[in-house]
C-alpha cells in the first residue's frame, strides 16, 4: 500500500489555504477520488513525493517538461540568468534570441508577442482577430480547452470536461453568445455555422492535435475545412499549438499537417518549465498589437529573463539532440505495450496518440470528438490510475488529459511501466 501520509496531511492544510488545496483544477484528484500527491522534488523521468515515494513521471507538469526534470543544460541557462537579475521592465536580448528562434522554427510565425501563460496568448490572440476583422463572434471546438480567458470557457475540455461544468458562472451570455461551439472532427457542422454566421466571425481557434478531452488527431477533412472557411469568409485561423507546439515536432503539429495558420499560440514548452506563452503569425496582422497598432496588450513580467533563459535553453536542447524520434519509439512501445496488456484481460481499452502525446481511453473506441470521449469508464479509469500509482507510475488524474514521453524516459521505464500496467489490470478485469 501506497504510503502518503505527508501528502494527505499537508492537502488538509491546504484545502484551509487554497480553494479546494490546489493552485490549479488538473492538480485536484476530483476524478480519480483521493486527495493529490504533493511533490517534493524531480530528476530526469521521476518524481518523489514528501512521502519520500518514487514515480515513473508521465504528466511533465502536464507538457512543458520534454527533456524531463532539471536538465543540466536549462539548469545551468537558469543559474547564469539568475546572478543578471530576475525582472527589469525594459527589453532584453534574451528576449530577441526566443522571438528569433520561435520565428525560425515555425514558417507562419513571422513576429511574436510573450505572455506569461497560454491562457494570456489564446485570450490575445482573440482580441487580436477582432480587433484586425472588426467582427465579434468566434468559433471554437467542443473538448478543446484554450486556457480560462471568459470568451473561451465555452464547453472546454479538460478541468472543466472532467468537473462537468461546460459554462462558469461568472461567465456572462453576454460574452458566451459571441462564441460558436462546433463538435472537432464535423466539417458539415462547421459549415453550417459558417453558412448562418460567417460574415460576423473574427477566427476560428482549434487544437491541431487535441490534448484536452484526452488526446485526438484531426481528420483531413476536418483540417480542410477549417482552412476553406478562413477563404471563403475571411476568417482568422488561431491554432492552438501551447500544447503542441515543439511537442509532435520541433515546428508544431502545423509542420506535420502542412497548415498556415494566421495566428499560432504557444506555451508550456516555450518556457521550459517557467511561465511562458506567446503568440505570433503574420507580421501584417501582428503589426495592429500595441504599440506597433492599437490593440492593447501588455504585461509586467512578460518576456521574463528567467522564463526566457529556460526556453531558450530548452529549445537549443532540443535542436541538438533532435529527441522526436526517440520519443516517437518509446510512445509506440508504451501504447502498444498497454494495448496488449489490455486485451490480455479483456480490458476494452481505445489507444490515441500522436508523437509522444496519448490517451488511454476505457472504452471500445473509436474516440473522435467529445461525444465519443465522454463514452469511456471514468470509473475504470480511476481504479486504474491508482492502481499505476501503487506501483510507482505516475499517470494524469484524469481520464480526459493527454499523458507524455519525455527525453529523459528510458525504455527499461516503458518495460516497468507496462508490467506495472499488466498488474493493474489483472486486478480490474
Ligand atoms: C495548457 C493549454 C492552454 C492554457 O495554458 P496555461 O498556461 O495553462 O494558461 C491553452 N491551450 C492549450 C491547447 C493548452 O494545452
Not at 147 to 165: E, F, I, K, N, P
Not at 201 to 207: L, R, T, V
Not at 256 to 285: N, Q, W
Not at 329 to 352: D, E, H, M, T
Request: overall charge neutral.
Amino acid at each position: 500500500m501506497l504510503n502518503l501520509s505527508q501528502s494527505q496531511k499537508s492537502f488538509l492544510r491546504a484545502c484551509e489555504l487554497i480553494p479546494g488545496g490546489v493552485n490549479s483544477p488538473a492538480r485536484a484528484f476530483g476524478a480519480v477520488g483521493g486527495n493529490p500527491i504533493f511533490i517534493k522534488h524531480a530528476e530526469g523521468a521521476y518524481l518523489y513525493d514528501i512521502d519520500g515515494n518514487q514515480y515513473i513521471d508521465y504528466v511533465g507538469s502536464w507538457g512543458p517538461m520534454i527533456l524531463g526534470h532539471g536538465h543540466p543544460h536549462v539548469v545551468s541557462a537558469l543559474q547564469n540568468a539568475i546572478f543578471q537579475g530576475t525582472s527589469f521592465g525594459a527589453p532584453t536580448l534574451a528576449e530577441n534570441a526566443l522571438a528569433q528562434m520561435v520565428v525560425d522554427a515555425i514558417p507562419s510565425v513571422e513576429m511574436v508577442r510573450f505572455v506569461n501563460s497560454g491562457t494570456e496568448a489564446t485570450m490575445s490572440a482573440i482580441r487580436l482577430a477582432r480587433g484586425y476583422t472588426g467582427r465579434d463572434m468566434i468559433v471554437k471546438f467542443e473538448g478543446n480547452y484554450h486556457g480560462h480567458a471568459d470568451s473561451l470557457l465555452v464547453a472546454a475540455g479538460s478541468a472543466g470536461a472532467t468537473l462537468g461544468v461546460p459554462n462558469s458562472p461568472g461567465v456572462t451570455q453576454g460574452t458566451s453568445k459571441d462564441t460558436l461551439v462546433v463538435p472537432y472532427n464535423n466539417p458539415d457542422a462547421l459549415r453550417k455555422t459558417f453558412e448562418q454566421f460567417g460574415s460576423k466571425i473574427a477566427a476560428i481557434i482549434f487544437e491541431p492535435v487535441v490534448g484536452n478531452m484526452g488526446c485526438v488527431v484531426p481528420t483531413l477533412d476536418f483540417r480542410n475545412a477549417i482552412f476553406e472557411m478562413r477563404d471563403r469568409h475571411g476568417t482568422i485561423v488561431i491554432c492552438d499549438e501551447v500544447m503542441t507546439g515543439f511537442r509532435v515536432a520541433y515546428s508544431g503539429a502545423q509542420s506535420i499537417f502542412g497548415l498556415s495558420p494566421d495566428l499560432t499560440t504557444l506555451g508550456k514548452i516555450i518556457g521550459g518549465g517557467l511561465p511562458v506563452g506567446a503568440y505570433g503569425g503574420r507580421r501584417e496582422i501582428m503589426q495592429h498589437v500595441l504599440p506597433a497598432g492599437k490593440v492593447f496588450q501588455a504585461g509586467t513580467l512578460s518576456g521574463n529573463p528567467l522564463a526566457m533563459a529556460a526556453g531558450i535553453a530548452t529549445l537549443q536542447a532540443l535542436q541538438s539532440t533532435d529527441p522526436y524520434r526517440y520519443l516517437d519509439r518509446l510512445a509506440l512501445q508504451l501504447a502498444g505495450g498497454i494495448s496488449q496488456a489490455a486485451q490480455k484481460y479483456g480490458v476494452p481499452l481505445c489507444v490515441n496518440r500522436f508523437g509522444s502525446m496519448m490517451t488511454f481511453f476505457f472504452q471500445g473506441g473509436p474516440v473522435s470528438n467529445w461525444t465519443t470521449a465522454a463514452q469511456s469508464d471514468t470509473v475504470r479509469y480511476a481504479n486504474f490510475f491508482w492502481g499505476m500509482a501503487e506501483r510507482g507510475v505516475y499517470f494524469p488524474c484524469s481520464q480526459f488529459e493527454a499523458l507524455f514521453i519525455s527525453s529523459a524516459h528510458s525504455e527499461d521505464d516503458i518495460r516497468r511501466t507496462i508490467h506495472a500496467a499488466e498488474e493493474t489490470f489483472a486486478t480490474l478485469a
